[in-house]
């Protein structure tokens, strides 16, 4: 039996029924001393079959006569043997075999897992989604794994051909971004290193700290970390939208763990004051290894709840990355998409408005505040915007471009007429992101 796939399995169990996000799942499994191949061939499976549950459970539904019942591990492990079958280069028979073992292994119900597989192996071109004329929702959703709910959702901001694009990107595996920290080195002299090493990569689009490494893992520039921090290039570009500058005093509301901080930290040549504040004392730690590891000393990590931060002064700027539903990051955490609904996307706004306008009471005149999130939703973005506007009328949306000039920035095309910046997978390659620049008259 193959150890490898029982972790995996393990791990995708943690992730669907022990509520561990896939990240934190694959931590507690993946170890620094395992094998390459073997911590490729866990992750491969685990965002995999996480990726593709909705299909994969579809596919499973015509073949268990008891779907609802079937135990767990079992139906896990079909989903892996199915997914290996159908997107990886694993042959029939290996996953087949692999399958029945961990379920002896188990002492599960090897029978069923070798006959559902085998009757799918005869069948699988008889199986036929509906049909994208006749219901465009539902052959959405099962094809590229997304919740009805959601994909009936953004048909009612984007036609069908986008709503594909997006729900496609989301499923692709995004690049691996690296931001330079300029207060160590340059861009050019990490370039040249992974030049050296023969690594492909290619220059962000629009952040000028960032490199995209091509079908690149991250071991090979591990040892890096500190001249390089990873993170997407759409979250480098929040850094920017702040307009940091020197001998500011800046308030980071929702800090760790400290990319943005500690971007901030960088662009002002590390001569800012910023207060860093988290909730979470295990985030906290995570915040403080970074500042360290990337030499940030402008930053100041503070334990404390934001709607409770009454600092006793006024800042320059204030930088709001809320906590929100992370559907625009569903391509590096593919589990998100399973754990919201309307609903939570509702409780998640009154707290972000909250949030808002809780730090906007922090900003001094004429100073900048920067809402963002990791989502699209309008619940999150244009509409808390909206009614923070109407509640405080001294504040408005800064949408000029002398911030873009001064630090020579080229992304006028991600922000719209009414200020608001949207990156989107689909269309940038970067994760999704909304941000907006606001001030105090």
Request: hydrophobic share 40%; aromatic share 8%; net charge positive.
């Amino acid at each position: 039996m193959d150890k490898n796939r029982l972790n995996a399995l393990n791990i995708i169990y943690s992730i669907f029924n022990g509520g561990l996000k896939t990240k934190e799942a694959m931590s507690k499994v993946i170890s620094d001393d395992m094998k390459y191949q073997d911590r490729s061939f866990i992750m491969e499976l685990v965002y995999g079959c996480v990726r593709n549950k909705i299909y994969l459970e579809w596919i499973l539904r015509h073949y268990l006569r008891d779907f609802s019942h079937t135990d767990k591990h079992t139906l896990y492990n079909l989903m892996m043997a199915l997914y290996q079958i159908t997107h990886m280069r694993i042959p029939e028979w290996a996953a087949v075999n692999e399958a029945v073992e961990i379920e002896k292994e188990r002492k599960g119900v090897p029978s069923l897992v070798n006959g559902v597989l085998r009757r799918y192996l005869k069948n699988a071109n008889g199986l036929k989604l509906p049909g994208l004329s006749e219901d465009p929702v539902k052959h959405i959703a099962i094809n590229t794994s997304h919740p009805e709910w959601l994909i009936k959702k953004w048909a009612r901001r984007f036609s069908m051909d986008e709503v594909i694009a997006l729900a496609e990107a989301n499923n692709k595996i995004p690049p691996l971004t690296l931001r330079v920290n300029t207060l160590k080195c340059s861009l050019p002299e990490v370039t040249d290193i992974l030049k050296k090493r023969g690594i492909q990569f290619e220059l962000s689009a629009y952040s000028p700290d960032g490199i995209n490494l091509t079908n690149t893992p991250l071991y090979p520039v591990s040892d890096l970390i500190g001249n390089v921090f990873l993170q997407d290039e759409a979250s480098q570009l929040i850094s920017y939208l702040l307009d940091p500058l020197p001998n500011q005093v800046i308030l980071d509301a929702c800090a760790a763990p400290g990319g943005k901080a500690t971007h901030i930290a960088q662009i002002s040549g590390n001569k800012s004051s910023i207060e860093a504040i988290e909730i979470n004392s295990k985030r906290l730690k995570d915040l403080e290894d970074n500042i360290r590891n990337l030499g940030t000393v402008a930053v100041k990590p503070v334990l404390g709840d934001i709607l409770l931060f009454k600092p006793g002064h006024k800042f320059d700027r204030i930088l709001l990355d809320a906590p929100c539903s992370a559907l625009g990051v569903i391509r590096r955490n593919p589990d998100v998409k399973y754990r919201h609904n309307r609903t939570s996307i509702k409780k998640l706004a009154k707290r972000q408005l909250a949030m808002l306008r809780h730090v906007s009471g922090l900003l001094k005149k004429n100073g900048v505040l920067v809402y963002s999130v990791c989502s699209t939703e309008p619940e999150e973005t244009v509409e808390i915007v909206k009614e923070f506007l109407n509640i405080n009328g001294d504040f408005y949306i800064i949408n000029n471009s002398e911030f873009m000039e001064r630090f020579k920035l080229s992304i006028s095309r991600l922000i719209n007429d009414a200020g608001h910046f949207f990156t989107y997978p689909h269309i940038h390659n970067m994760d999704g992101f909304f941000a907006v620049r606001l001030s105090r008259r």
